[in-house]
């Protein structure tokens, strides 16, 4: 099966810019997740959708942050403004649902903010 | 509230021997699932090794096994024979049968040595 496609690998842009990324989960995955990984530490949960609705997205700076899971299947994240603290890899997951289902994650996107 | 805490940054080993990787959490659940998860080099996270809480018998997946405690609220990864392939970020992780939200540790560097 193909696995959780996401784009870019890497972003640079200056702070107070916009950017995007995008999400492909694994055909019939009903859960997909988004995360803020910083250098040196561990997945940060930003938000987690069923289908297309939003489980949780208690940990998501809703003042810069935003995403949506159209159609439940592919999602996008977009941050606006940036700010330097957002420099990260941003990891997208999915899984079938059910917590004790593990979850499938992409490559993951480099943020760079300058 | 959970929480996921893995209290050794790195460590390393040779080759074929057997190192154990150590994870302690707590939640207020009865029921809840734990995961250790690989992130190598390249970035993607795998799925290494699961354990039902419910079950009393501990998770075996080839070379990886756990040390399930659950009094004490510990869970620990043992990989023998270790091999160069073994080199990654290690995280452990848990959920709850309430909500399907991951909450993932610190994570720890191994790094296995010819």
């Known amino acids: 099966e193909a696995g959780v496609a996401q784009s870019p690998r890497y972003k640079i842009i200056e702070k107070r810019q916009s950017v995007a990324f995008w999400c492909n989960p694994i055909?019939?995955?009903?859960?997909l997740y988004w995360y803020q990984q910083i250098l040196g530490q561990g997945p940060k949960l930003l938000i987690q959708?069923?289908?297309?609705?939003?489980?949780?997205d208690s940990q998501l700076p809703k003042d810069r942050f935003s995403a949506e899971r159209l159609k439940g299947v592919d999602s996008t994240l977009k941050i606006q403004p940036a700010k330097l603290e957002d420099s990260a890899v941003y990891l997208c997951?999915?899984?079938?649902?059910?917590?004790?289902?593990?979850?499938?994650f992409g490559d993951g996107t480099r943020l760079s903010i300058l | 509230a959970q929480t996921v805490t893995q209290s050794q940054p790195e460590m390393s080993v040779q080759e074929a021997e057997t190192v154990t990787l150590s994870c302690t959490y707590d939640?207020?659940?009865?029921?809840?699932?734990l995961f250790w998860y690989k992130q190598p080099p390249s970035r993607q996270m795998i799925l290494v090794i699961r354990?039902?809480?419910?079950?009393?018998q501990n998770a075996t997946e080839n070379r990886f096994s756990v040390n399930f405690q659950k009094a004490a609220k510990s869970f620990s990864l043992k990989i023998s024979d270790s091999q160069l392939g073994d080199t990654a970020m290690y995280f452990c992780?848990?959920?709850?049968?309430?909500?399907?939200?991951?909450?993932f540790g610190t994570g720890t560097r191994l790094k296995v040595l010819a």
């Open positions: 997951a999915s899984s079938l649902g059910g917590p004790n289902q593990p979850q499938h």
């Open positions: 055909s019939g995955h009903a859960t």
């Open positions: 959708f069923q289908n297309n609705g939003v489980v949780d």
């Open positions: 939640t207020s659940e009865n029921n809840y699932y």
């Open positions: 354990q039902e809480a419910y079950k009393q």
């Open positions: 992780a848990s959920t709850t049968s309430g909500t399907y939200k991951y909450i």
